[in-house]
T-cell receptor, first 112, second 112 residues
Framework: RKEVEQDPGPFNVPEGATVAFNCTYS??????FFWYRQDCRKEPKLLMS???SGNEDGRFTAQLNRASQYISLLIRDSKLSDSATYLC?????????????FGRGTSLIVHP | EAGVTQFPSHSVIEKGQTVTLRCDPI?????LYWYRRVMGKEIKFLLH????????ESGMPNNRFLAERTGGTYSTLKVQPAELEDSGVYFC??????????FGSGTQLSVL
């Protein structure tokens, strides 16, 4: 089983739609969680951290479910500019490596 | 503030040749990481420096890869001799805390 798994998609949605991605992780000792965005042929850029209580940044909401070992990203009112690959990253906790480990990414295509 | 810079942006070499990639992290970031993305796969960890020390090199594929970080500043990743399977995008990232990563734009390496 991979350490961090994501549905690669693509998710193809119309402008204005709400879309959600999940990311599962295997190490229950994981402590820090992040979502990155990667545009085509560009480097990943940090989108947002994921906190235990859930957090929101504008149209983006991130949530953590420790019991089921997954994080999610919800995008409301999708824009054309949201088209990108969304990567989740998990930093393992004590007893393991603190190395940020990435999922394969979920591709989002927002069309007019 | 300057971001993470990588050089070269592209490198095309023949199997058996040597290539050296360079990464200049954000000033003051003690943590420096090398990752590699092969087409269609996840971004895979290669190694982690804290200042000039290698903290974790468990992701290095084999002894054809040698990374250094001179004086805790810039880092180089040398591949010698290069093999076809070494092709991919090599990303460098730096971080002040080891949590949120700031990526460079990557080096696209093609081994023919």
């Amino acid at each position: 089983r991979k350490e961090v798994e994501q549905d690669p998609g693509p998710f193809n949605v119309p402008e204005g739609a709400t879309v959600a991605f999940n990311c599962t992780y295997s190490n229950s000792a994981s402590q820090s969680f992040f979502w990155y965005r990667q545009d085509c042929r560009k480097e990943p850029k940090l989108l947002m951290s994921v906190y235990s209580s859930g957090n929101e940044d504008g149209r983006f909401t991130a949530q953590l479910n420790r019991a089921s070992q997954y994080i999610s990203l919800l995008i409301r009112d999708s824009k054309l500019s949201d088209s990108a690959t969304y990567l989740c990253a998990v930093n393992m906790g004590p007893g393991g490596s603190y190395i940020p480990t990435f999922g394969r990414g979920t591709s989002l295509i927002v069309h007019p | 503030e300057a971001g993470v810079t990588q050089f070269p942006s592209h490198s095309v070499i023949e199997k058996g040749q040597t290539v050296t990639l360079r990464c200049d992290p954000i000033s003051g970031h003690d943590n420096l990481y090398w990752y590699r993305r092969v087409m269609g796969k996840e971004i895979k960890f290669l190694l982690h420096f804290v200042k000039e020390s290698k903290q974790d090199e468990s992701g290095m594929p084999n002894n054809r890869f040698l990374a250094e970080r001179t004086g805790g500043t810039y880092s180089t990743l040398k591949v010698q001799p290069a093999e076809l399977e070494d092709s991919g995008v090599y990303f460098c990232a730096s971080s002040p805390t080891g949590l949120k990563l700031f990526f460079g734009s990557g080096t696209q390496l093609s081994v023919l």
